[in-house]
């Protein structure tokens, strides 16, 4: 059972299309991360969320605390957007790692010219 | 620049042959981690500190070692690595790791070791 699950996996989109990237997660949380990972593997740090919304250039994270749902969405997409974007949550109540951050699988974007 | 580094990048080593792989962060950060990522799995807990001297094992602990003895410095050693150990690495921290907290963690650029 992943406490953490996106969708989709894999996801292929052409350049200017508008993406949205999925969420779910099973445990109650105090924070969620969005994280990117680039083709040559390091970890950035998109945004946290612990309510609402929030927007960064062209990158829109949003949260839904009631229905454990989040969503990254992208407009206008670029080639350059092409990574691994990996959700993260922290949770108050999970095993023995407590506030330790638990990690979805991440969704593998790529965005054709 | 603020930044977590780690060393090496890239190693391939043998069965039983003792590596470290070392991880520096100069923004003065309380709480540091260790993850593994794997195709398919994702990114999982190895270790983490609270601060120097305070270490807990995270998800996946079997087989590692780490230490805290600089607030700066959290290496992570393979006593007697063996080939289930291939994998990505990742060292990151953050100002604190409070329920609460809402700081982001920082990531190193990762270390590719492959056991043979």
């Known amino acids: 059972k992943n406490e953490v699950e996106q969708s989709p996996q894999n996801l292929t989109a052409q350049e200017g299309e508008f993406i949205t990237i999925n969420c779910s997660y099973s445990?109650?949380?105090?924070?969620l991360h969005w994280l990117q990972q680039h083709p040559g593997g390091g970890i950035v740090s998109l945004f946290m969320l612990s309510s609402g919304k929030k927007k960064h250039g062209r990158l829109i994270a949003t949260i839904n605390i009631q229905e454990k749902h989040s969503s990254l969405h992208i407009t206008a997409s670029h080639p350059r957007d092409s990574a691994v974007y990996i959700c993260a949550v922290r949770s108050p109540n999970y095993g023995g790692s407590q506030g330790n951050l638990i990690f979805g699988k991440g969704t593998k974007l790529s965005v054709k010219p | 620049e603020a930044q977590v580094t780690q060393n090496p990048r890239y190693l391939i080593t043998v069965t039983g042959k003792k590596l470290t792989v070392t991880c520096s962060q100069n923004m003065n950060h309380e709480y540091m981690s260790w993850y593994r990522q794997d195709p398919g799995l994702g990114l999982r807990q190895i270790y983490y500190s609270m601060n120097v001297e305070v270490t807990d094992k995270g998800d996946v602990p079997e087989g590692y070692k780490v230490s805290r003895k600089e607030k700066r410095n959290f290496p992570l050693i393979l006593e007697s690595p063996s080939p289930n150990q291939t994998s990505l690495y990742f060292c990151?921290?953050?100002?604190?790791?409070?329920?609460?907290?809402?700081?982001?963690?920082?990531f190193g650029d990762g270390t590719r070791l492959s056991i043979l």
């Open positions: 445990v109650g949380i105090s924070a």
């Open positions: 990151a921290s953050s100002p604190d790791r409070g329920l609460y907290s809402n700081q982001p963690q920082h």
